[in-house]
């Protein structure tokens, strides 16, 4: 038996954030690692949202020369296969690109590390929000990148109302964030 996907617009450019709150203060790293030239690590770019790209590589002389090189297709598309009616809202999220990786959220609240060379998947990770009855509109901002220089994380939102914390580098629930690496974001 085959999948339905009901869906209304779906946009792949616009991504979310995660602030985290302790004591009434912001948690940030005392000072933000180098940061290499073509990395998108936040929804607006950089820390201050200026969406601007140091890189020049491609300008109005040779735009027409580009060229697909990889397709990545969601993993939203296995539960379709398998048969699971899912209902698509509308899905806006950037995806950031860290060292070398793609960060991406899917409409179906999954998240995904893909390498940017290659297209290839390097891990996903279902919340299984897409479950849960309270799941409607579809509608998230994507994930939020945060590192202190060692340790790498992903922050997403889920459209049933979790934080979720994940190792960017594994795709691993982070065990010590709220409840085995979620927040439930209905509480108090």
């Known amino acids: 038996m085959g999948g339905t996907i009901l869906y209304g617009k779906t946009r792949a450019f616009v991504a979310g954030a995660a602030l985290l709150a302790v004591g009434g203060g912001l948690v940030c790293s005392p000072s933000p690692p180098t940061v290499p030239a073509g990395d998108w690590r936040y929804y607006g770019a950089d820390a201050a949202s200026t969406t601007f790209s140091p890189l020049d590589r491609i300008d109005s002389t040779n735009v027409d020369q580009l060229r697909i090189l990889w397709r990545w297709q969601a993993p939203d598309w296995e539960i379709v296969r398998a048969g699971q009616r899912v209902l698509y809202g509308e899905h806006q999220a950037t995806p950031l690109a860290v060292d070398g990786v793609l960060y991406v959220s ?29 799941w409607a509109s579809g509608r998230h901002r994507g994930v939020a990148y945060w590192t202190d220089g060692q340790v790498e994380r992903l922050f997403s939102g889920t459209q049933d109302g979790y934080l979720i914390a994940l190792d960017a580098r594994t795709g691993q629930a982070v065990a010590e964030f709220g409840r085995g690496g979620r927040v439930d974001l209905g509480q108090g």
């Open 106 to 134: 899917t409409p179906l609240n999954q998240l995904a590390a893909i390498d940017a060379a290659s297209g290839e998947t390097l891990w996903t990770f279902d919340p299984e929000a897409w479950k849960k009855p309270a």
